[in-house]
Structures are given as structure tokens and as C-alpha cells.
């Protein structure tokens, strides 16, 4: 996989991230899988990832304003 911006080879690694579920509702996802770029700051996140955490973004009940969960597949 290359980097979509630099064009630099992108590598599999875990990464902390924000996910805003509502107004009021922010989801931190802890131990993501990703690929980040060697070169610049540029990740994505593939699409079996990103279907898991559609799951996990949709168990969370919205109560509360700040969310931290373990990212497990
Ligand atoms: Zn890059």
C-alpha cells in the first residue's frame, strides 16, 4: 500500500484515535490497527477495520461525553 499523499510506502501499525459518534459524543478507539506513511502523518484505515469499528461505534450507548475503548476485532 502507498502513501495517497507523498506516494511513500505506508506501514501496518496500532494507533490511539478519536471517533465523534454525535454532538456530544466522542469515541477513543485505543490500539487501532492502521497504516501509517513512513514520510509524512498520512493513516488509513482498512475496510475490514473500518466495519469493526462502525460496530463498536454503534454499541456505544452515547451517555457519556468522552468514550475510551480497546480496540478488539
Ligand atoms: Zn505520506
Redesign the pocket.
Known sequence: MK?T????Q?RSTTSDLPFKTSDQTIVILKSLPVLQ????A?YLIENAVLGRVDQILAAVDGAAELEIIRYAA
Open positions: 502513501c499523499v507523498c506516494g511513500a505506508m506513511c513512513e514520510t509524512c498520512q
